[in-house]
Every structure is written in C-alpha cells, then in structure tokens.
C-alpha cells in the first residue's frame, strides 16, 4: 500500500463540504484509490479516514487530516467501521509499502517485516477495514471471457503488465523511452506496490517510479539512493499514532 504525504491543508478553516477538497487531494495523493492503489479516473472519493457517519468522528467531516481518496469498492467496504489509529496501519501515517506483501496470485498480506515489528494483527486490521483480504472473484462476459470487475483480479493484470514491461527491459536496460513508456504505463494503471515489487532490483526504475506517483516521495518513506523503505516512516506531518512502522 503506497505511503503518501498529504502535507497541509490548503486553507486554513475546516472544509464546508468535504468534496472541496477532493482537487486539492488529486493534487496531493494522485488519482489512485489510497487503499488498494487502482487508478481510478472518475468516482474517486474523498475518504473520511475516521468515518463521518460515526457520532464521535462527526466534528472531523471537514477536517483536511482525515482525508484521503477512494474508490467505490473501498469506501462502501470500509463504510462507519470505527479506525483507531494505535490498531491499524495507514498509508498517511505509517510506512505501509513494507507492511504489506503483494504475491503474484493477487493477494495482499502482512509482510514479514510487519511481523517481525510485531504488526501483523495491525496490518490485518488495514486490509479487513476495506476488504482487501477478499479472495479472487472470477467474472465472465458473455463469450466467456474472464473480465477484470474487481480489484484482485485487475492486481493480476497488473502483475502481468508489469513483468512484461520488466522482460523487455532487461533485454535493453539503458533504453530510456522503453524506461519513460514503463513509468507512464505504471501511472496510468496505478498499483504503485506491484510495480515496486516486479522492479524489486532495478533502484532507477524504482526511483522514477516513486517520482511518478504523487506524494511518495514526499511521504519520506523510501531513501532516495536504494529505493529501499525507510522504516519507520518519518510521518512528516506529525500525524498521532504515525510512524508505527
Ligand atoms: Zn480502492
């Protein structure tokens, strides 16, 4: 799950209606679901980390530290689910691209980092709020064809896309339209952990693809040389309970 730097809000009062606030998160976070990392061209909602529908979070609805982006899918998983911040993982506060391990069948799991911090259960909390623990779900259309509706069926497309991309990169690795076309591509179908995964040891594709991504560089969670994850994360914007791991 891609860690990301929301920075300051960009006005100085709470927002009078949350939706305001979606341009400004766009500019900030990219158009991609903050939770399972899809892009999403329309229908990419401001997210209410602590949930507005929730009596004790309704004074956050327009607070800008409580946002984040999300899909159609995550959002009505997640729903009123109450989020306490010491038992859960998150991508604006923690560095949730080493807590969790994305594996060629489309899964998302605790990492073993996430275990070895003692987090897993934290870790599980983040994937069972918006349902990205759920198992493939193999739709057809009508001439049999499987189609890709939800999200662990477009992680594997993704996952073969990328390691296509990465075979014809290690026949020309100074290729640098073939790296340009690579990073586009990653851009514009989201999934910035897959990406990161199949480009596990080529640090320059890593890094432009950290570059590609609004606000993970900024997120401060990766080291600008090895590409390798900081941890804990830095939590730039001194976020409660952040930098757990
Ligand atoms: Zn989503």
């Known amino acids: 799950m891609r860690p ?13 209606n949350y939706e305001d606030a979606k341009l400004f998160l766009v500019s900030r ?7 399972c990392e899809r892009y999403i061209a329309t229908q990419l ?3 209410h980390i602590q949930p507005k529908g929730l009596p004790a979070y309704a004074h956050l609805e327009g607070s800008w530290n409580n946002y984040l982006l999300a899909c159609v899918n995550c959002n009505s998983t997640k729903k009123d689910k109450d989020v306490v911040f010491s ?16 594996t060629l069948d489309g899964r998302v799991t605790p990492s073993a980092a996430a275990r070895k911090a003692g987090l897993e259960m934290f870790a599980h909390h983040t994937l069972s709020l918006t349902g990205l623990d759920k198992s493939v779900s ?3 259309d ?15 497309e ?17 290729n640098l339209l073939a790296q340009d076309v690579t990073t586009k591509l990653a851009a514009a179908r989201g999934f910035f952990s897959i990406w990161m995964t199949v480009f596990h040891d080529n640090p320059n594709m890593r890094n432009r693809l950290i570059d590609a991504f609004e606000g993970t560089r900024a997120s ?15 939590n730039p914007d001194k976020l409660p309970h952040g930098g757990k791991i």
């Open 142 to 156: 009508e001439n049999g064809k499987a189609v890709a509706l939800d999200r662990v069926a477009q992680r594997l």
């Open 220 to 234: 401060g969670c990766f080291d600008p040389v090895t590409t390798l994850p900081i941890s804990p994360a830095s």
């Open 87 to 102: 038992d859960v993982l998150l991508p604006d506060r923690d560095n949730t691209f080493i807590a969790f391990e994305y």
């Open 158 to 174: 993704v996952w073969s896309e990328a390691q296509d991309a990465k075979n014809d990169l290690d026949s020309d690795p100074s």
């Open 4 to 16: 990301v730097f929301r920075g300051n809000s960009p006005q100085p009062a709470d927002f009078h």
């Open 29 to 35: 976070l990219g158009h991609y679901c903050s939770y």
């Open 45 to 47: 909602a401001v997210e």
């Open 138 to 140: 193999k739709i057809f």
